[in-house]
């Protein structure tokens, strides 16, 4: 199984990227799907998150309305759509697939992916 993030770059404050991440050796159809981030000093978090049924999904609070996780199943292939970058978007992001729809609380989660990808920068900078 591999996964191959493409998309991040250097942008301007207010910019956009899209995010895309191809899938190899495992099929897209009955998995859920995320993507994650690490910033500098930090934890890694998860940042946008679709269950298998594209039903639910899990945005962090901070990219509400800005970001959009979506999938093509028939290319294999997941995106990100991040729009009205901040520099505090700026992160190496991961994409991850596998494992299995998770529910904390009623909330859907972002945990319990089985592959990930090595990730793509993303710096927003004037």
């Known amino acids: 199984v591999q996964l191959q993030a493409s998309g991040g770059g250097l942008v301007q404050p207010g910019g956009s990227l899209r995010l895309s991440c191809v899938v190899s050796?495992?099929?897209?159809?009955?998995?859920?799907i995320g993507w994650f981030r690490q910033a500098p000093g930090k934890e890694r978090e998860g940042v946008a998150c679709?269950?298998?049924?594209?039903?639910?999904?899990y945005y962090e609070d901070s990219v509400k309305g800005r970001f959009t996780i979506s999938r093509d199943n028939a290319k294999n292939t997941m995106y990100l759509q991040m729009n009205s970058l901040k520099p505090s978007d700026t992160a190496v992001y991961y994409c991850?697939?596998?494992?299995?729809?998770?529910?904390?609380?009623?909330?859907?989660?972002?945990?319990?992916?089985?592959?990930w990808g090595k990730g793509t920068q993303v710096t927003v900078s004037s």
């Open positions: 991850a697939a596998g494992g299995r729809d998770l529910w904390y609380g009623g909330s859907y989660s972002c945990d319990g992916k089985d592959y």
């Open positions: 050796g495992f099929a897209l159809d009955y998995s859920p």
């Open positions: 679709q269950s298998v049924s594209e039903y639910n999904s």
